[in-house]
């Protein structure tokens, strides 16, 4: 099923409806209005779907192709669990977009992320939250959002309760361009699956190990093609001393920051111990929950995540590895949670931070969500000398309803949206009324 929007006039096939979620901006003021130009209330800002959203954790969500092409994809879950795709077109200002599968799991955490290659193929991979198995699609036509194969297995079939969350898609020019998937498997450990012929999978393997609830990980990965891998000892709530630890991929080797090897591909699980410890998860600061990773231009991971000196004191920090010792600066104050709560029930996720992430093409530049007289609104925090002092702009002011867990495109650069969002509604996890906006 396809949909157009054409952003600058509202026009959608069912326009009443996108009116009545996100409202509709003057027109004009949606495709060209530079951050620079100063912020404008969220329900004014590019609509790029008028139900939508996702976790932190699975990624990329968008990804921009520059050039002839001009577009940025873009991957969410609605709130009755449909798996959509859109395109936003730079030129005109549409989002085109279509259902991968209706009615997959009503859970944000079934959003779906995605991987360009070379072709111009885009592959979309979904699992679920603690899904019974790791789905995937894939375009027969170069940026043709109208046909695709049907769905594939990355992963086989687990009855392990706990499933496959989180699918994470690289590719590794060490294993002959092979696609790589990390994921949270079954028994809460993070692992992976390859694929040299986007068909045939090898069995999953296991990277980190550890209790349950665990591992929470982002990756990232560089121009080398070496991985980058972020990860938690746990779930915050159930861990008050909730570290963070980082180790990279490079060729078959597992490594820490300053190159010292900890392991390799033929003797996983690794010994997590041996890893570089970022945060430490004791002293005031309490307890952490990662966000984001990425490499700067001298090949330093960069990692931004948020700590809880109390659930309802949220402190975002950037740490970033400077070549000889990981550097560590609180950015800002993030307030408290965002979930609304109705009357009577308590807080199912303290912990849900509006949200911090890095541009991966600039890791100087972070867009974050706090709150503001009242309501979370997205801005662009930027520094120059590791995370020390910081530039400030406001992306969104004056909106009516919350801003959270903004999103960076990969080659955001290239063009289009440089950052988008969820805004609106939202209790819970499977509990929520929001739109995704740009700027």
């Known amino acids: 099923m396809m949909r157009r929007l054409k952003v600058g006039s509202c026009l959608l096939v069912v326009c009443a409806l996108a009116c009545a979620v996100g409202g509709c901006a003057p027109a004009g003021s949606l495709v060209g209005k530079r951050l620079d130009d100063g912020p404008l209330p969220g329900e004014e800002c590019v609509l790029i779907s008028t139900d939508g959203a996702w976790s932190w954790f699975a990624g990329p969500r968008a990804i921009t192709v520059g050039g002839d092409v001009g577009r940025t994809y873009v991957g969410w879950v609605t709130s009755n669990g449909d798996i959509r795709v859109g395109a936003f077109e730079h030129a005109t200002g549409s989002v085109e977009s279509t259902t991968l599968r209706d009615s997959f799991q009503k859970d944000d955490h079934a959003n779906p992320t995605l991987l360009l290659g070379d072709d111009g193929r885009l592959m979309v991979f979904y699992t679920g939250h603690r899904s019974r198995w790791a789905i995937y699609r894939q375009m027969l036509?170069?940026?043709?959002?109208?046909?695709?194969?049907?769905?594939?297995?990355?992963g086989s079939f687990t009855s392990d309760v706990r499933g496959y969350t989180y699918p994470s898609p690289v590719r590794l020019p060490s294993r002959g361009d092979s696609v790589v998937v990390f994921w949270r498997g079954p028994g809460y450990h993070a692992a992976f699956a390859a694929s040299g012929d986007d068909r045939t999978w090898t069995p999953q393997r296991v990277v980190l190990q550890g209790e349950e609830r665990q591992r929470y990980f982002r990756i990232a990965q560089d121009d080398e093609g070496t991985v980058h891998i972020a990860f938690n000892d746990g779930h915050p709530s159930r861990f008050p001393e909730n570290g963070l630890s980082y180790v990279r991929l490079r060729g078959n080797v597992f490594e820490r920051a300053d190159g010292a090897p900890v392991?390799?591909?033929?003797?996983?699980?690794?010994?997590?111990?041996?890893?570089?410890?970022?945060?430490?998860?004791?002293?005031?600061?309490?307890?952490?929950w990662l966000w984001d990773i990425a490499v700067d231009g001298l090949g330093y991971p960069v990692i931004v995540y948020a700590t809880f000196p109390s659930v309802e004191d949220h402190r975002y920090h950037y740490a970033r590895w400077n070549g000889d010792a990981w550097e560590t600066h609180e950015v800002t104050a993030a307030g408290s949670r965002f979930p609304t709560v109705k009357k009577g029930y308590n807080q199912f996720e303290p912990y849900y931070s509006g949200g911090i992430c890095l541009d991966h093409d600039d890791p100087s530049v972070v867009y974050l969500s706090r709150p503001v007289a009242g309501v979370f609104e997205i801005e662009r925090w930027t520094?120059?000398?590791?995370?020390?002092?910081?530039?400030?702009?406001?992306?969104?002011?004056?909106?009516?309803?919350?801003?959270?867990?903004?999103?960076?495109?990969?080659?955001?650069?290239e063009?289009?949206?440089?950052?988008?969002?969820?805004?609106?509604?939202?209790?819970?996890?499977?509990?929520?009324?929001?739109?995704?906006?740009?700027?």
């Open 415 to 439: 063009g289009g949206p440089h950052v988008i969002w969820m805004h609106g509604e939202y209790e819970d996890y499977i509990d929520f009324g929001t739109d995704l906006r740009a700027r």
């Open 383 to 413: 520094t120059h000398d590791g995370g020390a002092t910081w530039e400030t702009l406001a992306v969104t002011a004056g909106s009516q309803k919350n801003n959270v867990r903004p999103v960076v495109p990969r080659n955001a650069s």
């Open 141 to 154: 036509r170069a940026h043709d959002l109208e046909a695709w194969t049907r769905e594939r297995a990355a």
């Open 263 to 288: 392991g390799d591909l033929e003797t996983l699980p690794l010994d997590t111990e041996l890893a570089d410890r970022v945060y430490d998860g004791t002293g005031p600061s309490g307890r952490s």
